[in-house]
């Protein structure tokens, strides 16, 4: 499945390309807005059976390494899942590499040197991403603490005044009666 | 012209939104009855002004009015009548007028049903409703007009995107809207109760039933879009984590902790002040949605700039209604009566506990989501955050609330012993630890979280049964006690139930579908056979002909697990002229354990087509038990409707009637 949305001349904006191939748009975006007059091109899927290794353990490597490099005009969207004919040529480009022998971790290195920490879908641990990888610890931290705060100032609170001798009888009463719905 | 009486209705409800902003906000102010009573006329007749252009748009898609810029751009005379209908809000225009209509219902429906609401409150909940509406009109009229005319008018239209001319996708929207939308409500109450000074356990009862609403909407929404993901895409993917779905999920995610929440607000009078924040929050990450979706800011940086105005106008919105309300908020809620005391061990301190986890996973979620952003304008750098961060993040975040869905039903109001409380749930604990077992040792200790998640699938499922059994003295008493016990067990507690064990349900799902799934990509000429999991699947042949707007070639497979017997699965790839795309149309045979999945790709021009053939086990689940979820809301719902306007029951009686 592919939503082809590579607009040529929009009547309202400029010539623009805006990939959002093989992603469903959970709400309508601006991708179905757009004027679109597609450029028809073969249709395709994600892995296709030509790009398949020969070698079943380097095919192996090649899928568990697709997962994670992204598309780098979709959504979200690893090599693996993506249409696009990009994505297709990274899926080749990869095969090439582990064919031509390298480990996983070359391959790797290899394409994040062309296309950068952008075509990882598990993004690195950086300075500019510490902070990513540190508060979903940080927020349970707080929630934790918030939680703790809560309970100890209701420890705090005075206890409930004890039951008033009516209160009792009633109670009694609604206990001989048991549930009524 | 109808357009133009379109057009007017429009400006005709904003103003009516105007007024509705103001006056019965005056009116409550001065305890002036005569202005308060005017605030349920004029949400009415927003709804109205509203409704009616609404109409006059569908007819102008139904007429293909290409006259009209909307329906030049998304419709064709050649379409189906339901896709021209659905084609009204397949487009940014017309899906904004449909969110507005969704807005005015909500309101209409207090000012209609909401008698029972103290004036005030009432008044105040309407104003603050108005204002949303009169944001969002504003926003309509000055940057997203549906009305907008083309001249000269074209002959035909450009037509919907093929990808959208489906049944479920027709539905997708609307279902969605309906949710995100209905959070306005939990934010309309909760700023109204911040005005009065004032929230109780009668505040609660009225504004459950609407977040479950919501709730039930939204759940059932982004259900059908993953569902529709999954036979549209082509391989059986079902949910990216793309920001576009991460919209939806971060204000699910929220409306579900305020769902617990307002349950401890009206049982127990506690968790005021945190109930009102998090109905505030919720509906901000709603806007948040709108907010990602309409300006394409993470979509592309760059489509950001194909209308800045409506980024900017919508953000704008955010601001001011977020922050003002967070503003009232920081202002307001000290003053706000403090709840009443329970320990930690308790039903309370359980969904104390839900809510703060969900609160980091949406927390989890938004940053997922916007982190790229954030990288992008520091400059030097870009980075994707894709599923390997939130498997890393947000699942770790979940695992405990999965494992508290069991145990914190089943403790008690104000203070339990966590020791007699695990007692209770030893059964289902040692059943879904021996599952767990099981499953590491048919996959041969292949994975451990494989393993785990069937686990938790169990506790889920037998934990939540058995806690229906506990309830009704299942196996205790006699049976005939069981049985009137059953009956008379509120309609919320079954939805508790089903809700509960629908996540059981769908955790079984994922876990199924990520463990055992097979794949076969190959080429195939008609003839040949292929072999995935126990199945042989034969191209028998490949048809072509011609659908109602599209041309298809379809082919035919022979699906058999033994020699003889068998079924045919026919996957189409579809050819649609007036946009010159191409869809897939897969061939899904499901027997609720497991899917098989075929699409068909194109000829190689060797008389070889692109097959490629999934077997997914258990993927029905994932959507049946998030349905299971969503029918569990509209059982707690009808019992809520029961008791909507009923005279408040005595304490005593409330702690006796269980919770759900």
Known sequence: MRIISDRRGGRRSPAKTRARRGRPPVAPTLAIIAIVMALFTAPAFAVQPDEILKDAGLETRARALSQGLRCLVCQNQSIDDSDASLARDLRILLRERLTAGDSDQQAMDFIVSRYGNFVLLKPPLHWNTAFLWLAPLLMLGLAGVGFWRFLTRQQGAPPPAPLTPADEARLTQLIKDGPTQ | ?660
């Open chain 2, 1 to 660: 012209m109808l357009p133009e009486i379109g057009h007017y209705a429009l400006i005709l409800a904003l103003m009516l939104a105007l007024m509705q902003s103001v006056v019965p906000l005056v009116g409550a102010h001065r305890r002036d009855p005569v202005l308060m009573s005017l605030a349920p006329h004029l949400a009415v007749g927003q709804l109205l002004a509203i409704a009616f252009a609404f109409v006059l748009l569908v007819q102008a898609f139904v007429a293909s009015d290409f006259s009209l810029l909307v329906v030049a751009e998304n419709s064709h005379t050649d379409k189906p009548l339901l896709y021209k209908i659905s084609g009204v809000w397949g487009n940014h225009e017309g899906s904004m007028l449909l969110w507005v209509l969704i807005l005015a219902i909500y309101g209409g429906a207090v000012a209609l049903f909401g008698n029972n609401l103290p004036a005030t409150l009432k008044s105040r909940v309407l104003a603050v409703h108005g204002m949303i509406g009169l944001a969002f009109l504003a926003f309509i009229l000055f940057t997203s007009n549906p009305f907008g005319r083309l001249d000269p008018a074209p002959l035909n239209g450009n037509g919907l995107n093929p990808i959208l001319q489906d049944v479920g996708l027709a539905i997708h929207p609307p279902m969605l809207y309906m949710g995100y939308v209905g959070f306005s409500m939990a934010f309309s109450f909760s700023v109204a109760a911040l005005i009065e000074g004032k929230v109780d356990a009668a505040w609660a009862r009225w504004v459950r039933p609407w977040v479950l609403m919501a709730w039930v909407c939204l759940t059932a929404g982004i259900t059908l879009g993953s569902f529709w993901a999954y036979y549209t895409l082509g391989w059986g993917g079902w949910w990216f984590w793309d920001p576009v779905e991460n919209a939806s999920f971060m204000p699910w995610l929220a409306g579900t902790a305020l769902l617990h929440s307002a349950l401890v607000v009206e049982r127990r009078g506690a968790l005021q002040t945190w109930t009102i924040l998090l109905g505030i929050l919720t509906f901000s990450l709603s806007l948040i949605g709108t907010f990602l979706v309409r300006s394409g800011v993470l979509t592309s940086v760059h489509s950001f700039a194909n209308d800045p105005r409506r980024g900017v106008f919508i953000l704008g919105i955010l601001a001011l209604f977020t922050g003002g309300a967070l503003l009232l908020f920081a202002i307001r809620a000290s003053s706000l009566r403090q709840g009443a005391a329970f320990a930690i061990v308790s039903r309370e301190g359980g969904l104390i506990l839900n809510n703060a986890l969900l609160a980091v996973a949406a927390g989890t979620v938004f940053l997922g989501t916007f982190y790229p952003l954030v990288v992008d304008l520091m400059g030097g750098d870009k980075i994707s955050v894709g599923p390997p961060y939130y498997n890393r993040t947000f699942v770790p975040v979940m695992a405990p609330v999965l494992l508290a869905m069991v145990l914190g039903p089943m403790l008690r109001w104000k203070r339990d012993d966590l020791k007699a409380a695990l007692s209770r749930v030893r059964l289902p604990a040692i059943a879904a630890v021996a599952v767990a077992l099981l499953a590491f040792i048919l996959l041969f200790g292949a994975s451990v979280f494989i393993a785990l998640g069937f686990g938790v699938a169990a506790w889920l499922i037998l934990g939540t049964l058995w806690l229906l059994a506990t309830r009704i003295k299942l196996g205790v008493a006699p049976f005939d006690t069981s049985l009137r016990l059953a009956v008379s067990s509120p309609p919320s507690y079954y939805g508790l139930i089903a809700a509960h064990a629908g996540m059981g349900v769908v955790v079984a799902g994922i876990t199924g579908m990520t463990a055992f799934q097979g794949e076969n990509i190959r080429l195939m000429h008609v003839g040949e056979t292929a072999h995935l999991s126990g199945y042989t699947f034969t191209l028998q042949g490949v048809t072509q002909g011609k659908g109602p707007n599209y041309d298809y070639e379809r082919g035919s497979f022979l699906v058999q697990t033994n020699e003889r017997g068998g079924f045919v699965m026919t996957p189409e790839r579809r050819f649609y002229p007036v946009r010159q795309q191409t869809t897939t149309q897969a061939a899904i045979t499901s027997n609720v354990l497991r899917n098989l999945y075929i699409s068909f790709g194109e000829n190689n021009g060797k008389g070889q087509w692109a097959v490629r053939m999934y077997f997914h086990p258990l993927v029905p689940w994932i959507w049946g038990g998030a349905l299971l979820m969503a029918l569990g809301g509209l059982l707690s719902l009808t019992d809520r409707r029961l008791r909507i306007g009923m005279p408040q029951r005595s304490p005593a009686r409330g702690v006796i009637v269980a919770a759900e």
